[in-house]
C-alpha cells in the first residue's frame, strides 16, 4: 500500500514538472512532497527549500477495506471455517497538492482579480495535470498485468490557512491478505 502511495506521488510530481516546463508561468512540483498518514494542514504554502511561493504535495491513504468485487466494500462474515480472507484490498489514496493563496494586502486591501485569475489558471491546470499523471501512471504500477483503479472525485480545495490547491481521490486495488502457511484464516 504504501509502494503505491509513494509511487503516485513521484508520479504526480514528475507529470506537474513536466507540464512547467511546458506552460508558462506554471509551478512545478514542489520540493516538499511526502506520503503521509493523514490530510495535510493547510497551513505551510511556502517552499521550505527557497522560502518562495512553493507549496506542498502529498499523497495519504484515506480508507482501506477487503473486496471481492472490486471496487465494492467487501460485508462478508470472516470467521466461519472454511472462509477465506478476500483476494483484493481496495484503498483510496488522497493526493493533495497545495499552493499559496493569494491573500489581502498589509492594507486589509482583498487581491485583485488579476491576482485570482492567475491562481485559479496554476490550480486549474494542476487538476487536470494530477488527473492525467494518475490515469498514465497507475496502470503501471503493478508490472505487466497492470493495476485496477477507480478514479474518485477531485475538487478545487478553497484559500485556508493561506492555501489552495486540488484534491484528487483514486482507489486502487492491492493484493489481498494471505495467512502464513499452517494457519486458518
Request: hydrophobic share 35%; with cysteine; glycine share 10%.
Amino acid at each position: 500500500m504504501h509502494d503505491v502511495a509513494a509511487a503516485v506521488l513521484a508520479c504526480v510530481c514528475e507529470a506537474l514538472d513536466r507540464t512547467a516546463a511546458e506552460v508558462d508561468g506554471q509551478p512545478g512540483c514542489p520540493c516538499r512532497t511526502c506520503v503521509a498518514a493523514g490530510a495535510p494542514a493547510f497551513d505551510q504554502c511556502e517552499d521550505p527549500c527557497s522560502s518562495e511561493a512553493g507549496g506542498q504535495l502529498t499523497v495519504n491513504v484515506e480508507r482501506v477495506w477487503p473486496s471481492s468485487s472490486f471496487p465494492e466494500e467487501d460485508r462478508d462474515v470472516r470467521g466461519v471455517k472454511g472462509c477465506a480472507p478476500a483476494l483484493t484490498l481496495a484503498a483510496e489514496l488522497v493526493i493533495t497538492l497545495l499552493r499559496c493563496a493569494p491573500m489581502q494586502d498589509e492594507g486589509g486591501c482583498p487581491p485583485s482579480c488579476e491576482e485570482l485569475e492567475a491562481a485559479a489558471r496554476i490550480v486549474h491546470v494542476d487538476a487536470v495535470t494530477i488527473l492525467s499523471a494518475l490515469q498514465c501512471c497507475l496502470p503501471t504500477t503493478a508490472g505487466r498485468r497492470g493495476r485496477r483503479y477507480v478514479m474518485g472525485r477531485t475538487r478545487i480545495l478553497t484559500p485556508e490557512g493561506g492555501c489552495m490547491g486540488v484534491e484528487a481521490r483514486v482507489t486502487v486495488a492491492l493484493p489481498g491478505i494471505c495467512c502464513p502457511d499452517g494457519e486458518s484464516p
